[in-house]
């Protein structure tokens, strides 16, 4: 993993220098602006695929739950979405440390003690309830004689919905989850608020000692390409999982 972040650092650093911005301080802080791509990659993978995990429980309560499993998987969902990300991590990471004895005393100190734990906690909720309610559209926007027929050939709606209807939902929140997963990227630099140092974290310890604004652009740059790179993966992935749509029409 070292030689391959120290060839992506003076592939970095020959880029900025071929448009003009400061080498020497690139020489000094690249292969840590690399580790904090890699430290934002890890924390937005974790909690994307926890996320996922805890949506398709939470959409099939929103649609086949009863009033009271619904509703509050709705309070869930409305909470999650209507607070800011920011408070939410903060809530977590600071009232974890209210709850200290009591966290001790269950055996999970040693994970809401660590930084990047809270942040991957707090983000996995916050995901999970975009998540749930793309899926839940997804699976309201399929016809109900789907599910009819599953049962009619003797599928029972565990089964159906694991074999018919969540990955035609999938298919169909594609995009609106391509989206979030975007819109993770560019909400991990909260972490760095609570000490993780990831991309931006370690840009604001560079600006910290080198007071160069240009820090801030070599961020923008990483989250740039990050993003593009997702971007494009997704589109590949959006044509081959949906190609059938496209024929169809």
């Known amino acids: ?30 292969l840590r602006f690399l580790d904090g791509v890699w430290v934002t990659l890890q924390l937005v993978g974790l909690s994307v695929f926890l996320g996922v995990l805890l949506a398709v429980p939470l959409a099939l309560a929103r649609v086949e739950g009863g009033k009271a499993l619904s509703r ?7 909470f999650f979405r209507g607070t800011p990300l920011l408070a939410q991590t903060f809530l977590v990471y600071y009232g974890a440390g209210q709850f200290r004895e ?14 990047f734990n809270c942040a991957v906690f707090t983000f996995t909720l916050n995901t999970a309830a975009y998540q749930s309610e793309i899926l839940r559209g997804g699976i309201q926007s399929l016809p109900a004689g789907q599910m009819e ?12 919905y694991r074999k018919i ?12 989850l391509g989206n979030e997963l975007v819109l993770m990227i560019k909400a991990s630099a909260i ?25 801030y652009l070599w961020a923008a740059v990483l989250y740039l390409l990050m993003v593009e790179i997702i971007r494009r993966v997704w589109n590949v992935l959006e044509r081959r999982l949906n190609r059938h749509l496209a024929v169809s029409r």
Do not use: H, K
């Open 1 to 30: 993993m070292q030689t391959i972040l120290a060839a992506l650092a003076d592939g970095f650093l020959w880029l900025m220098g071929l448009i003009g911005l400061n080498t020497d301080l690139m020489a000094r802080y690249g």
């Open 72 to 78: 509050a998987a709705w309070t869930y969902s409305y």
């Open 102 to 115: 009591q966290l001790t005393d269950i055996g999970l100190w040693w994970f809401f003690r660590d930084a």
């Open 149 to 160: 027929a599953a049962q009619a050939l003797g599928l029972s709606r565990v089964l159906a």
């Open 165 to 176: 209807i969540l990955p035609q939902a999938l298919a169909i929140g594609l995009r609106p």
């Open 191 to 215: 972490a760095s608020v609570i000490t993780v140092y990831d991309l931006m974290g370690v840009t604001r310890l560079a600006f910290s000692r080198s007071y160069d604004m240009e820090v």
